[in-house]
């Protein structure tokens, strides 16, 4: 049964009560974030109620669920969202963590000025997210793309945590809205030869686009999605904006905002530029190695647990960046697999770190060492998310990281795969070596009266943790809709 | 006889001395003026709601006033292009009026009224005229007006030298177009549109077309403060009234745009290969121009009036591009501005006022003791910036579009860095305005009363409303684009 409008309703609620929570700020105040919170679960509850739906209609060959609302006539654009197995995924695990975020601030933020304008951006934030993903033609995805951007933005200038934070903010949107603008130069210029921003048409009319243009536009589209998943030359705003977001809202930045990008290169680049791709593959890999590397040595040298983070979620856009460009199905499952695993699991860390600075007020890791005794449910949960993401069965990150590195194999790029399997030995060191730092060792005199953060703080990081054992005990779960997704594009982009 | 609606415009802004004077005897001179201008302005903007809409119903292209044209007769003809800018000029102009009413002191107000009625009235006499000679005289009674209003707070040194500066710069700017009327009627001997382009199709090429080709869009693009003409309009802008740079950045400029899409895309259109390059050229300088002195500047209303430049620009190079969609998306732009930069302008007045001072610095943070401008303020802003759902964007959208159809992807590529730039700038307001620690005088600001908020919120909300359904003033715009030749 699916809710009528559902997809609709999905993207446009949180928004809409963000905006209705904003006017009333006078009336609601502490209220704000459990209104919010709620909002954001029943979003969840919608996009799960067509889960179901989606894969039945996959199974039995069916086209997958479209909603249309008649927008714009003169340029023929319609307001519309396509839900099928690629977009249904990565909108839940959005979704989610934004619901967890929301939650989480509840406690983390209830000292901060301005309560309910806070909330109002995150769900605004929410929807521009959850909207790109959904967006059935490229005017409305970037139309979200952009929407994301004022609430973020806003969201790390206003409740930033240092005094750069107006800078930063500032570094943050006008390198997004380059990057954004490319794409959208991009967008146009398919447009002027195929006639159609659909989405569903786009593979079809594919063939319409010159050749001597589709590189321009594809390197044009694909700096838009690097800027946002801030591969390795576009990414210097990312250590900055990420660090001084508040916590919750680091989360849903690192854990699901990167990954709209990598949604982009999933969504438009394969199907309709597969054979670029392919031409590509090579370069993007060298690009993805690159990025890995480099983030996680920036990380092993950061002090700041957040920027530490940061640049960890660097290293692994390199991962996913490296599961599409070998364009196998292998790799492409591993990626779209990897896009939840790590929203999940960096979006714990993120929880965790907050979690710390909460209880001791501090962000730099040479003052902490022992916290696992004093806040065993933090440790706990962060070790999981460690070694998760370090690569360690039967955690989820697991999976996903083995998929995207045979991926490479099964796409006779055996010298990448080499390199890029020796290049998780940089993600398990800085991880190790920062759960090492932090956890273990003698408690020092500063720290002897730090206490468990509360409940309220721990309820989202142990969902959080739970799901990244959940996942990896049964990644099939994901999976079911991730394998037909990865065949698809695999297909559409004509790689093995 | 005129026009219906440039007949009643021009009895109102006679009469305006006399409600004035009323006013006065009744010990309420400002509250009569005002009621009498705006209540006017409001009714002739239904008018031509209406008239447009008849225009749309019945698709009639050319309706000429006082007889038949003839070559060598002057003539008064309304198309939809004039209908569309009509509406644009009434319905700012309406909100002006409503917003002055605190801006302006209790000085010389029928004057400053009478002044900008008259303003209005010229302006939509020059985009009603069926003939080149008729637009000037309107054009020049237009200047005139706009000196007056300029050096309206005639205390100050700052008013007379932008009033001076202007005064000197336009009237180069009008004698080069007469110089430019004088060639075209001496090839062609007509000043009539209509004829004039008949004949300029049929003629022998001549070098002489080719100045007076070249004297107009430089008359016009002064008016419109194309680069490098442009420098007495941040000038001008900062020191006039802020009631009266909204009606001048979001409507005056636009008749220079006007002048130059009648004349080049009506009259010079069998020339198009030779007027293109230069002019694409012009926007291009225009807009870079623009965006870099704007993210220079720390007086709000220069950084507003260098923005209205770059925008001009943006205008410019989608009538360069000059294909329907170009043009559409130009005029739609020329629409999306108006309301943006008419609203951007209102509410910097409204901090000015409060606040007495235009320094971003000192106005730092002012949205928290004034909340509804403040937000209005960033909406504009971010409006500006062309942020999608809200309304310039599309207009942005469509130039940038047609740029690709038309293979001039180094135009679209150039205007979309330049949108980057005005991005920087805009979120120099947003921060200053709205995230910023306050200030000592900041704190002191006091949120404007409900009539001067009044037209802002109008603003707003027709921007954002034109920013989530676009489809209407998509389809309108498109139709009026129609209404020109295009190449």
């Known amino acids: ?496 | 006889m005129l026009t219906p609606l440039l007949d009643s415009l021009i009895f109102f802004a006679l009469t305006t001395p006399a409600a004035g004077f009323v006013g006065r005897k009744i010990g309420h001179e400002k509250t009569a003026v005002a009621a009498y201008v705006t209540s006017a302005l409001i009714i002739l903007l239904l008018f031509t709601g209406l008239y447009g809409s008849g225009f749309l119903r019945t698709e009639v292209t050319l309706a000429a006033y006082g007889g038949p044209s003839t070559p060598e007769g002057v003539s008064v003809e309304t198309d939809m292009l004039t209908a569309f800018m009509t509406m644009l000029f009434l319905g700012i102009g309406v909100l002006t009026s409503v917003f002055s009413v605190q801006e302006i002191g209790r000085d010389n107000v029928t004057g400053y009224y009478t002044v900008l009625l008259g303003m209005i009235t010229a302006m939509v006499g020059v985009v009603s005229s069926g003939d080149l000679f008729t637009l000037f005289i309107f054009w020049e009674a237009m200047c005139i007006c706009s000196y007056t209003l300029v050096a309206f707070k005639k205390g100050k040194w700052e008013a007379i030298e932008a009033s001076y500066k202007y005064l000197i710069m336009s009237s180069a700017g009008s004698i080069t177009i007469l110089f430019g009327l004088s060639f075209l009627y001496g090839l062609t001997g007509t000043l009539n549109i209509t004829y004039l382009t008949l004949s300029l199709a049929n003629a022998q090429t001549n070098p002489v077309t080719y100045i007076a080709l070249l004297t107009l869009m430089v008359g016009f693009g002064l008016q419109a403060g194309m680069f490098p003409f442009h420098t007495w309009l941040p000038d001008a802008h900062m020191a006039a009234p802020s009631a009266v740079s909204a009606v001048l950045s979001g409507i005056m400029v636009k008749t220079g745009v006007y002048g130059l899409i009648r004349v080049l895309l009506t009259v010079f259109t069998p020339f198009y290969g030779s007027w293109q390059f230069s002019l694409a050229l012009f926007a291009v300088l225009t807009m870079f121009v623009g965006n870099f002195s704007a993210l220079l500047q720390d007086d709000l209303k220069r950084l507003l009036a260098y923005s209205t430049i770059a925008n001009t620009g943006y205008i410019l190079l989608g009538v360069a591009i000059g294909t329907h969609r170009a043009l559409a998306g130009s005029l739609f732009h020329v629409f999306n501005h108006a309301i943006v930069k008419a609203m951007l302008f209102m509410c910097a007045g409204i901090f000015i006022k409060s606040a007495r001072t235009r320094s971003l610095k000192d106005l730092a943070g002012i949205r928290r003791s004034m909340p509804v401008t403040g937000t209005i303020f960033i909406i504009g802003a971010l409006s500006m910036t062309g942020l999608p759902f809200l309304n310039i964007f599309w207009g942005e959208l469509m130039i940038i579009q047609a740029g690709w159809e038309a293979n001039l992807g180094l135009l679209s590529l150039l205007m979309v860095i330049n949108l980057v730039f005005s991005a920087a700038y805009c979120l120099r307001m947003i921060q200053a305005v709205g995230l910023k620690r306050q200030t000592s005088v900041s704190k002191k600001a006091k949120e404007a009363p409900l009539l001067t908020l009044t037209p802002i919120v109008v603003l707003v909300v027709l921007s954002v409303v034109v920013g989530i359904c676009p489809a209407p003033f998509q389809t309108l715009v498109e139709a009026v684009a129609q209404v020109l030749p295009s190449v």
């Open chain 1, 1 to 496: 049964m699916i809710v009528p409008h559902a997809a609709l309703l999905a993207t446009i609620l949180p928004a809409a009560v963000g905006l209705v929570v904003y006017i009333l700020q006078r009336y609601i105040k502490e209220k704000a974030g459990w209104i919010c919170t709620i909002t954001a679960a029943s979003s969840v509850a919608l996009i799960l109620s067509m889960a179901k739906p989606v894969l039945d209609r996959y199974n039995n060959g069916d086209k997958p669920i479209v909603y249309i609302y008649p927008w714009i006539k003169p340029i023929n654009i319609n307001f519309g969202f396509l839900v099928d197995v690629l977009s249904l995924p990565v909108s839940l695990i959005i979704a989610v963590v934004s619901t967890l975020s929301c939650l989480y601030s509840i406690k983390y933020m209830e000292k901060e000025q301005n309560q309910p304008s806070y909330y109002a951006n995150l769900l605004i934030f929410m929807t521009g997210m959850v909207g790109v993903t959904f967006s059935i033609n490229l005017v409305q995805f970037y139309l979200f793309w952009e929407l994301m951007l004022i609430p973020s933005y806003l969201l790390i200038s206003q409740w930033g945590t240092s005094r750069r934070r107006l800078t930063i903010g500032f570094k943050y949107f006008i390198f997004t809205h380059m990057g954004a603008l490319l794409m959208l130069l991009g967008i146009l210029s398919i447009f002027s030869y195929t006639m159609t921003f659909d989405l569903t048409e786009l593979p079809l009319k594919a063939g319409a686009i010159p050749s001597n243009m589709a590189p321009v536009i594809f390197t044009l589209l694909l700096l838009g999605f690097f800027v946002k998943m801030a591969a390795f030359p576009l990414h210097t705003w990312l250590p900055d904006a990420h660090s001084e977001a508040p916590t919750p809202i680091s989360a849903m930045l690192s854990g699901v905002m990167l990954k709209c990008g990598a949604y982009g290169i999933a969504r438009i680049l394969l199907t309709v530029f597969g054979a670029r791709m392919i031409q590509a593959s090579d370069y993007l890999l060298v690009l993805a190695i690159i990025t890995m590397v480099y983030g996680g040595l920036m990380a092993m040298a950061q002090t700041d647990i957040k920027r530490l983070l940061a640049y960890s979620s660097i290293s692994q856009m390199g991962y996913i960046i490296f599961g599409f460009a070998t364009v196998s199905t292998l790799g492409i499952m591993g990626s779209l697999l990897h896009i939840i695993n790590h929203a999940i699991c960096k979006a714990l860390l993120f929880m965790c770190a907050g979690s710390i600075i909460h209880q001791t007020g501090k962000r730099n890791i040479r003052s902490m060492s022992g916290l696992i005794t004093k806040m065993p449910v933090t440790g706990l949960a962060c070790l999981i998310g460690i070694f998760s993401l370090a690569g360690a069965p039967p955690l989820n990150a697991f999976w996903s990281e083995w998929m995207i590195f045979s991926g490479g194999l099964a796409a006779g790029k055996v010298a990448f795969a080499f390199i890029g399997v020796a290049s998780t030995m940089i993600t398990a060191g800085y991880l190790l070596w920062f759960a090492w730092r932090v956890f273990f060792g003698p408690v020092p005199k500063s720290l002897k009266n730090v206490k468990e953060s509360p409940p309220l703080l721990l309820v989202s990081i142990i969902v959080l943790a739970s799901a990244s054992i959940i996942l990896g005990v049964w990644p099939g779960i994901f999976l079911e809709f991730i394998t037909p997704a990865a065949e698809v594009l695999s297909e559409l982009a004509g790689g093995s």
